[in-house]
């Protein structure tokens, strides 16, 4: 089947630096690749889509300088948390569609110090 | 997008079958119904998909009226691997822009 992975897993940075989040489609190619945040004891929130060559489009609410998203290739979609701080600690989840089907990543566990 | 109500959440035994419902009045003409499964600390897993009646694979079988406003995930003889949270999504297939819901954590018992 169809598989997504995220790098890291988990990362612990300090307040202020900036993270990149990797999701790649492991054995297919997708165009189109999705960010989601999710909090504990919550569901998944739709951060932004992600299209390759062109922009990602962002959800209501969350701020595109802050959550860099580029989709340089079928394979590949980076999620770049700029300046982070205490609040944007959370698990943030990718997910790809591929034939009509959305496959999700395993997730990465941001902690921001 | 249709809206999605479920269970917040849900308790059962280790062997009973169990039933999650969920609401979607405003689904539209070309949505189907997907559930995905959640652990925490892991993405969603997706376990079945239907657009009308039934539909049953190898983990689950989804019911789905005629008039589309409900659906039920039904989980035969849980064990306590299953406790995890259950995401009824309303949609076209691809995940076109999927909204998640609230989903429904369910708990299973020795």
């Known amino acids: 089947g169809a598989v997504v992975s995220q790098h890291p897993s988990r990362v612990i940075c300090k307040s202020g630096t900036s993270v990149k989040i990797e999701c790649r489609s492991l054995?297919?190619?997708?165009?189109?690749m999705f960010w989601y945040r999710q909090f504990p004891k919550q569901s998944l929130m739709l951060m932004a889509t992600?299209?390759?060559?062109?922009?990602?489009?962002?959800e209501q609410g969350v701020e595109k300088d802050k959550f860099l998203i580029n989709h340089a290739s079928l394979t590949l979609s980076t999620l770049t948390v700029t300046s982070a701080h205490p609040e944007d600690s959370s698990f943030y989840i990718c997910?790809?569609?591929?034939?009509?089907?959305?496959?999700f990543g395993p997730g990465t566990r941001l902690t921001v110090l | 997008l249709a809206k999605t109500t479920q269970p917040i959440s849900m308790d059962s035994y280790e062997g009973q079958e169990v039933n999650i419902t969920c609401s979607h009045n405003n689904i539209a003409t070309n949505d189907y119904i997907t559930w995905y499964q959640q652990f925490p600390s892991q993405g969603p897993r997706f376990i079945i998909q239907?657009?009308?009646t039934k539909v049953t694979n190898e983990v689950a079988s989804l019911f789905i009226p005629a008039d589309r406003k409900s659906s039920t995930l039904s989980l035969p003889r849980v064990s306590l691997s299953d406790t995890a949270v259950y995401y009824c999504?309303?949609?076209?297939?691809?995940?076109?822009?999927?909204?998640f819901g609230a989903g429904t954590r369910l708990f299973v018992k020795a």
């Open positions: 054995d297919f190619q997708a165009t189109t």
């Open positions: 239907g657009y009308k």
């Open positions: 997910s790809a569609r591929y034939l009509n089907e959305q496959f």
């Open positions: 999504l309303v949609g076209l297939t691809g995940g076109f822009k999927t909204i």
């Open positions: 992600s299209n390759e060559g062109s922009k990602a489009t962002y």
